[in-house]
């Protein structure tokens, strides 16, 4: 029995070995991409140098991943003009594909029977799933989709790429059709539509379409939906910014028309442009695709009611929460809000609270009203004491400063010190979750002796939280 039972063991080692899912590098491993995507197996990871690389790739229905090394900025695949510069084709049965950290540019499409013109210019989806993440897709141009096509029943989630400047017949930034997308944390921009509907984001019969944390901005249509439009396609939408979008026909932030039913909260659209509904239209018919109804929650929308075209026989449902006030950028191309917007804690009461923990703001990018704060500890003669700033600008300075003389005034340029000289001022560097620390030794002798601190936060230019403590 244990004669026969070693070979076994042995040889499910070897199957469990030759299964294990391994990492492999561009042009280390593999001279092209193409050919270490050939050769890998199913939930294999490749990983690309940088570089300029002149591929069109093809996936052939493999749940790899594909990554580059150092992000978009530093690898880029140029499709050259010779179709998609990325097809994916077919799905695996066990897991997604994942593309990530690319420049993809320059792809012309690959043609799709059912539309019977070339569609994907960047990337082209058809019966796959995929996770499409931290890529910049940009001047891709194709009949549909110019960005990226969804076709064919494919499985698709688009999140924090940046996707701009393609252009298309329809669905300048995105095509979809017949397909279930995810789209979180994008910036759709300068995309065009030169013959149809969608600037930015055009949407055929695709249920469960989910937008949410994009910023759609400056995208043109020759017709209807300048940032967005949809046929048949009930998308919901919740905290977008759609904002300086155009169309020569209708809705020039969005477009509905023929069954469906959007549901909008949580939003911005402003400053959008069409000759009929500025910022939305909601349209349709009873005897092709049927009638839309729209509904719409705690945004804020330019001219209010005016500022969406309802056809007849569609309507609009004004719910809870809505404003027409100005959202206050912090200016052009920068979509953060000041800090006296009325966007900020206007948002659904039921929403899950922004990352700061205050209520949910209007809009894309929320305001973060943390306060930087200083605090210390292990005050005690004879030890180490650890001063802390929090929620400071990341990736800047701060200052911290101590008194043992008193709490002040002392006038600065930021404010009062709430320190009486002499004092002493440490500068620091803020980390990117806007940390900063400073540790001293407390000599033995300074036990009972109060202490007061205070500090500054350089990128606010603005005064910390001042306090006060006696040494233990």
Not at 414 to 425: H, I, N, R, S
Request: aromatic share 8%; charged share 15%.
């Amino acid at each position: 029995m244990r004669q026969r039972l070693l070979p076994l063991l042995v040889s499910l080692a070897f199957a469990t070995q030759a299964t294990a899912q391994q990492t492999w590098y561009v042009p280390d491993d593999f001279a092209t991409i193409q050919s270490a995507i050939d050769q890998v197996r199913d939930s294999d990871t490749v990983i690309v140098r940088d570089g300029v690389y002149d591929e069109n790739l093809f996936f052939r229905g493999k749940g790899i991943t594909l990554k580059s090394e150092s992000g978009p900025q530093f690898t880029v695949i140029d499709g050259q003009g010779r179709g998609s510069a990325i097809a994916m084709i077919g799905s695996s049965t066990r897991n997604p594909a994942v593309l990530e950290g690319f420049t993809i540019l320059n792809g012309s499409g690959t043609f799709d029977q059912s539309a019977n013109i070339e569609c994907g210019g960047g990337i082209y989806c058809s019966d796959t799933s995929v996770i499409i993440r931290n890529n910049i897709i940009q001047s891709n141009k194709s009949g549909f989709g110019g960005g990226i096509a969804c076709r064919s029943n494919s499985t698709v989630t688009l999140e924090n790429n940046v996707i701009e400047g393609n252009s298309a017949n329809a669905g300048g930034g995105v095509s979809i059709v017949e397909s279930k997308v995810l789209i979180f944390s994008n910036y759709i921009l300068g995309n065009k539509s030169i013959a149809g509907n969608g600037g930015g984001i055009a949407s055929a019969t695709s249920p469960g379409l989910v937008l949410q944390g994009n910023i759609i901005s400056n995208n043109e249509s020759s017709n209807d939906g300048g940032g967005i439009s949809c046929l048949e396609t009930s998308p919901n939408l919740d905290r977008n910014t759609i904002v300086m979008n155009r169309a020569i026909g209708q809705g020039g932030g969005m477009a509905f028309y023929g069954g469906c039913y959007p549901t909008v909260m949580d939003s911005i659209l402003w400053d959008n442009s069409a000759p009929s509904g500025s910022q939305a239209a909601v349209d349709g018919d009873s005897w092709q695709w049927g009638y839309s109804a729209m509904r719409i929650s705690y945004s804020d929308l330019q001219g209010g009611k005016s500022g969406v075209y309802v056809a007849p026989g569609n309507s609009l449902t004004w719910a809870a929460g809505m404003i027409d006030q100005d959202p206050q950028f912090i200016g052009p191309g920068d979509w953060n809000l000041l800090a006296t917007s009325p966007c900020i804690d206007a948002g659904n009461p039921f929403s899950q609270l922004d990352p700061d923990r205050t209520r949910a703001d209007m809009g894309a990018l929320y305001f973060d009203q943390a306060t930087p704060t200083l605090s210390a500890s292990g005050l005690i003669a004879g030890q180490r004491a650890l001063v802390e700033i929090t929620n400071a600008t990341p990736n800047n300075k701060a200052h911290v400063a101590w008194s043992v003389r008193g709490g002040g005034p002392t006038p600065t340029p930021w404010g009062d010190a709430m320190l009486t000289p002499p004092y002493q001022v440490v500068l620091l560097s803020t980390d990117s979750a806007g940390y900063a620390s400073y540790s001293s030794f407390i000599p033995a002798s300074a036990s009972g002796i109060t202490v007061w601190l205070h500090g500054t936060d350089v990128g606010t230019q603005s005064m910390l939280n001042a306090f006060s403590t006696v040494i233990r």
